[in-house]
T-cell receptor
Framework: GAGVSQSPSNKVTEKGKDVELRCDPI?????LYWYRQSLGQGLEFLIY????????KSGLPSDRFSAERTGGSVSTLTIQRTQQEDSAVYLC??????????????FGEGSRLTVL | KQEVTQIPAALSVPEGENLVLNCSFT??????LQWFRQDPGKGLTSLLL?????REQTSGRLNASLDKSSGRSTLYIAASQPGDSATYLC????????FGKGTRLHILP
């Protein structure tokens, strides 16, 4: 597609429910990143996918968070048993390549999650 | 551990003025640095990418410079306009991509 696409744009859920957030990166981009942005806070790294390599999961805050990337394209971030502190905007970004020779990073519009 | 700092956290200037936003980082071994803007409730829009071998990049009224040895980058905005009002973030890439917390810019009409 023309840009990074995320869905849903807004999600309101009840505490304890599971949610899935989707990211469709720019076609041909091998690197995909998930970040979290809480109100008034900076961007918090969650997970990074590069091609077929094992993902860098070092930023996932707990084992309730997981992500997968199917076929090297679309990625899904899953949050199980959501808590109120999970409320944030979840941002996805992609770049043509990752690592030292990376190109420009492009972001989607984000998915705003509200846990009641 | 790489740390990225942006000062000031907020800035208000009258329309038409030239201004400079600052970004500093603690580890000079970076691959590149990228500047973004973020409008309220929106994602990040890429402005300029500077590779580690470059000293500056220009796009329209924007000019970004990079001094790796001193761990600094600046974003220069010429002839500011109300539409430039946004939060500006810098991000450095070493093994990871680390973001500063941004400078919230308000251009006064």
């Amino acid at each position: 597609g023309a840009g990074v696409s995320q869905s849903p744009s807004n999600k309101v859920t009840e505490k304890g429910k599971d949610v899935e957030l989707r990211c469709d990166p720019i076609s041909g981009h091998t690197a995909l990143y998930w970040y979290r942005q809480s109100l008034g806070q900076g961007l918090e790294f969650l997970i990074y996918f590069q091609g077929n390599s094992a993902p860098d999961k070092s930023g996932l805050p707990s084992d309730r968070f997981s992500a997968e990337r199917t076929g090297g394209s679309v990625s899904t971030l899953t949050i199980q048993r959501t808590q109120q502190e999970d409320s944030a905007v979840y941002l996805c970004a992609s770049s043509l390549v990752g690592g030292p020779n990376t190109g420009e990073l492009f972001f989607g519009e984000g998915s705003r999650l509200t846990v009641l | 551990k790489q740390e990225v700092t942006q000062i000031p956290a907020a800035l208000s200037v009258p329309e038409g003025e030239n201004l400079v936003l600052n970004c500093s980082f603690t580890d000079s071994a970076i691959y590149n640095l990228q500047w973004f803007r973020q409008d309220p409730g929106k994602g990040l829009t890429s402005l300029l990418l500077i590779q580690s071998s470059q000293r500056e990049q220009t796009s329209g009224r924007l000019n970004a410079s990079l001094d790796k040895s001193s761990g600094r980058s600046t974003l220069y905005i010429a002839a500011s306009q109300p539409g430039d009002s946004a939060t500006y973030l810098c991000a450095v890439r070493d093994d990871k991509i680390i973001f500063g917390k941004g400078t919230r810019l308000h251009i006064l009409p």
